[in-house]
């Protein structure tokens, strides 16, 4: 069965510094590949997608992320957070276009001022 | 932008008692999905919902769990006779096509229901 993995449940940083979050799948075959971010009392929020193409996906808010068909890999990228970045971050993945999300476990990321 | 409207924000119920939760989705959209996060743990799909019947459903999906379109506009989860392990918040979702995840897929805010 496919599964999702979040690598770093909780992240600590400090405003400016460069944040990565890793995320990785297990499925053989075509996937849909996505982050969505949760701020405080609010609904889920796609931060960004990749059906295919250009493995570098560029999304709201100045995040990026980066397939890695290879590594089964899509992590997720900022240079430099801003203390309105704290939220739980969400990677998924569909394997059709129905819709159906496996979602990982989810990163708590706390920006400190 | 368009929103997926969930209500109540928070529902607190006893133990066997049934609860109804309740979203709007988006006017357009046809199509329609259940998912819940148990505090801790992953958001879990629970089941996807199509042209009035149910298209998709997950293992915890089980007899306790019925959904209905009663109207034109409202999706509602009912679970008949709750249990405490039922905690967790609960989120709708729509999409405007088949192609889900390709055509506006859009979560509402939540349900945190609390069973005690």
């Known amino acids: 069965a496919q599964s999702v993995s979040q690598h770093n449940h909780h992240v600590i940083l400090s405003e400016a510094a460069s944040l990565e979050l890793g995320c990785n799948y297990s499925?053989?075959?075509?996937?849909?590949l996505f982050w969505y971010v949760q701020y405080p009392g609010q609904h889920l929020q796609l931060l960004l997608k990749?059906?295919?193409?250009?493995?570098l996906v560029k999304g709201i808010k100045g995040f990026e992320a980066e397939f890695i068909k290879s590594k089964f890999s899509f992590n997720l990228r900022k240079p430099s957070v801003q203390w309105s970045d704290t939220a739980e971050y969400f990677c998924?993945?569909?394997?059709?276009?129905?819709?159906?999300?496996?979602f990982g476990a989810g990163t708590q990321v706390v920006v400190t001022p | 932008e368009p929103e997926v409207t969930q209500t109540p924000s928070h529902q607190v119920t006893q133990m066997g008692q049934e609860v109804i939760l309740r979203c709007v989705p988006i006017?357009?959209?046809?199509?329609f999905y259940w998912y819940r996060q148990i505090l801790g743990q992953k958001v879990e799909f629970l089941v996807s919902?199509?042209?009035?019947?149910?298209?998709?459903k997950s293992e915890i999906f089980d007899d306790q769990f019925s959904v209905e379109r009663p109207d034109g506009s409202n999706f509602t989860l009912k679970i008949r006779s709750t249990k405490l392990e039922d905690s967790a918040m609960y989120f709708c979702?729509?999409?405007?096509?088949?192609?889900?995840?390709?055509?506006?897929?859009?979560f509402g805010s939540g349900t945190r229901l609390t069973v005690v």
């Open positions: 499925y053989g075959g075509t996937v849909n």
């Open positions: 998924a993945v569909t394997t059709d276009s129905w819709g159906k999300f496996q």
């Open positions: 979702a729509s999409s405007e096509s088949g192609q889900g995840v390709n055509y506006g897929y859009t």
């Open positions: 990749y059906f295919s193409g250009d493995p």
């Open positions: 919902f199509y042209n009035n019947e149910i298209s998709e």
């Open positions: 006017s357009n959209h046809l199509y």
